[in-house]
């Protein structure tokens, strides 16, 4: 994107949502929430920003961090976290949403064994796939 910070990254994705959507949703319906996952290893907490980004993550990793970036949900709600290793659910995270874009994450302390493909899967109140994205611990 343009050299902006993140919170105008954030103003301009949201318009860019709207003007694709074809605004905002009406009478009472929910507009569409959209969802950005990345993957790291911390979350500096001044920032809210993520630590060492990545998708590929080596074998003996401690703790993996997913953070989801929640645009366009009516708020106050309530997204889960729902992290998969090989296809079998690993961790399920319940974490509140409380405006229409919050940033907010969950993370996985791992055993050295635990190698393998990963995914997580972020669902809404109502059990749907809002989004979904993988990473590999080699």
Not at 6 to 16: D, G, S
Request: hydrophobic share 45%.
């Amino acid at each position: 994107m343009l050299n902006l910070n993140w919170q105008k990254q954030i103003v301009l994705a949201m318009a860019l949502m709207l003007l694709a959507t074809g605004g905002l949703a009406q009478d009472g319906e929910n507009a569409a929430a959209t969802v950005k996952i990345s993957f790291g290893t911390d979350i500096d907490r001044e920032s809210r920003e993520l630590v060492g980004e990545t998708t590929t993550f080596s074998a003996g990793i401690e703790r993996i961090v997913c953070l989801t970036l929640i645009m366009g949900m009516e708020a106050p709600n309530s997204v889960t976290h729902v992290w998969y290793r090989d296809g079998k659910t690993m961790a399920r995270v319940d974490l509140n949403v409380a405006s229409s874009i919050w940033r907010t994450w969950s993370s996985k302390w791992l055993l050295p064994s635990w190698t393998g493909h990963w995914e997580v899967k972020v669902l809404d109140s109502d059990g749907r796939v809002l989004g979904s994205a993988d990473f590999d611990v080699k």
